[in-house]
C-alpha cells in the first residue's frame, strides 16, 4: 500500500490540510478494546491517542488530528464520552417495551436480539448475554455479556458487511449452496435490523437515549447492502417419493397417533408448523356456505388466535379447505389412544404387594428404596397403587431406640387393604390436536414426523420435511383449482406474488389442453 504523506480534513466549511503522522493499518484496537488507538514517540517518550470513532477510516482521521494538535501545540476540547446506550441497555428496553411500543410478542422480541447476538459478536470483549423466559412468558435479560461493553455507536455499515461476508466464507458463487447460504445471512442481518426498527426508534429509544444516525448512507448500520441470492423456486417430490410416502405413513396412525396427526395437518391441510402445533378440533368445522354450490359437504380448519398465540400475520387467520377424509381422519385421531409417558406408571417395582409390606415394616424407607433401586417417592406411590399400608412416620426411629417392639418382618393383618387408584384428570373440551397437555404443552412430533422420514422414505432430498409438506399440499390446491389466488387465500400468504413465484410447481407442469372450434374438427 502506497504511503500518505498529506491527510485533508474537513471541520465544518473549513478544509485543513495536515501530515499523515499514522498510516491507516497503525490505527487499531488492542486488547479487546472498543476504542481505536494510534502510538508515537515524542522525546523519547511513548504518547498514545484515543478514538471512538465508528469505522477504522474515521478513527485515522481523527487520531491523525489529534497527533496533528498536540504537536501545534493546540488544545483540543476534553473528547466526551459516548452518550449512547450499550446493547444491554437496548435490549432491557426492547424487551420491556409495551405492545403499542413495539408490537412482536416475546418470543420474536427474544429471536431478533438473538440474531443481533450474532451480528455483534467479537466487536467486545465478554460472554454471550443470556435470555432466561420467566413462567408468566415474559423474556429477561440475565446477562448482558460482551454487551455492556459494546455501544449503539460502534453500529456501522461495516459490522453488518462483516457478518454477511463471513457467512459467505468458503461458499462458491452461484451454486445453490451459497446463494441458500445468502438468504440465511440476509435474513439473519434483517431479524437483528428488526431491533432498530423506525416504529422502536420513534416510540421507544428515542425518549430514553440518543441514539447515533442508523440510517446514514455511508456509515449507518441499517443501510448496510445485502447479499445477491438467487430465489429457489419450489420444485414438487418425485411422483414415486410421494406414492412410497403414502403408502407407508399410515403405518403411524396406531404407532404414534400425534405424528400422524401432523403429517395430515401439513400435508393436508397446508398448516405450517406453528399453526400445528396450536391447532385445536374447535377449528374443524363445515363450510358456513358451499362454494362450489353442490349438495356436497365441504370441510374446513380455521387457523385463528389461541390465548398467547396470534398468527404473524393478519393473512394467516383464514380458513383453509380440508379433503373429506383427512377431516375424518383428524376427527377419529381424538379418541386414538396415545402410548403413556407417565413415569409413575412404568413398572419398575417388580414385587408382590405381600413382599413390599414385608418391606416397609421392616426397614426404613430409604433402606428400602435403595434396595428396590427407587426413590423413597416411587416406594410411597406403590404403596398407594397396590394398597399396602406404611408404618406411621417414625416408627423405625421408635424401634431403634427400644421405644416400639422391632417386626422382624411381621405385618400387622391390616396391612394390605384395597389398592387407591388416582382419578385421571378429564380431558379439555376443547383439546388439541396434538396431544399437547401429555407434555406441558409441548410437543415434539415434528421431529419424529422427519425422523421417521429419513429412516422410512427411500429419495427424500429435502432438508425440511414440515414445511416441504405444506408447500406440497399448496402446490396441489394451486393445481387442483386452476388458481393461484386461491392456493395464495389457502396458504394465508401475505402477497400473491410469494404464492406464485414459490409454489406454481405443478400447476406448471400440469398438461394444457385447448379445445379447437367445431368447425377446424
Known sequence: MKKQTNLTIKNGDETETIPCYFQLEQCVRRNGRTSWTARKTFKGKRKEFTSDAIDQRSAWRDLNQQCHDFIS???????????????????????????????????????????????????????????EKQKNGIVKLVSGGFWDNLRVDKLSKKVARDFLDGRILGYVDNTDEGHERSRGAKDRLRQACSVFSEKARNELYNELFTLPDLEDSETGFLKAPYLPARKKRYKAPKKAVVDQILSKIGQLETEDPDVYACFLLEYGCGLSWGEVMHARYSWLDEAEENIVGDSTTQYVIAVQPDGNWVPKTENRCRTANVPDEIFQSLVDLQHAPRPSNNKAEDPKVQVSAEELARLVWSKPAASVAEELGVTTTTVANYCNR????????????????????????????????????????????????????????????????????????????????????????????????????????????????????????????????????????
Request: include cysteine; charged fraction near 25%; glycine fraction near 8%.
Open 73 to 131: 501545540g493546540k488544545k483540543r476540547d476534553e473528547v466526551k464520552r459516548s452518550t449512547s446506550p450499550t446493547l444491554t441497555e437496548i435490549a432491557h428496553a426492547y424487551l420491556g417495551a409495551s405492545k403499542s411500543q413495539i408490537p412482536a410478542n416475546q418470543d420474536s422480541r427474544k429471536a431478533s436480539l438473538g440474531a443481533l447476538k450474532s451480528v455483534t459478536e467479537g466487536l467486545a470483549s465478554g460472554n454471550d448475554p443470556v435470555f
Open 386 to 521: 397396590l394398597g399396602v399400608r406404611k408404618p406411621e412416620n417414625g416408627f423405625c426411629t421408635k424401634v431403634r431406640l427400644g421405644q416400639s417392639e422391632h417386626p422382624n418382618g411381621a405385618v400387622p393383618a391390616d396391612a394390605i387393604g384395597e389398592p387407591q387408584i388416582a382419578a385421571k384428570a378429564s380431558k379439555p373440551t376443547d383439546d388439541y390436536i396434538l396431544q399437547r397437555h401429555r407434555c406441558n404443552g409441548k410437543t415434539a412430533a415434528n421431529r419424529r414426523l422427519a425422523r421417521w422420514f429419513r429412516d422410512n422414505i427411500d429419495g427424500w432430498d429435502r432438508r425440511q420435511v414440515g414445511h416441504e409438506l405444506r408447500k406440497l399440499n399448496i402446490s396441489m390446491v394451486i393445481r387442483s383449482t386452476g388458481s393461484v389466488y386461491q392456493g395464495s387465500k389457502h396458504a394465508g400468504h401475505s402477497d400473491i406474488r410469494v404464492t406464485q413465484e414459490v409454489y406454481g410447481d405443478l400447476l406448471e407442469k400440469q398438461k394444457v389442453q385447448i379445445p379447437m372450434p367445431k368447425n377446424f374438427q
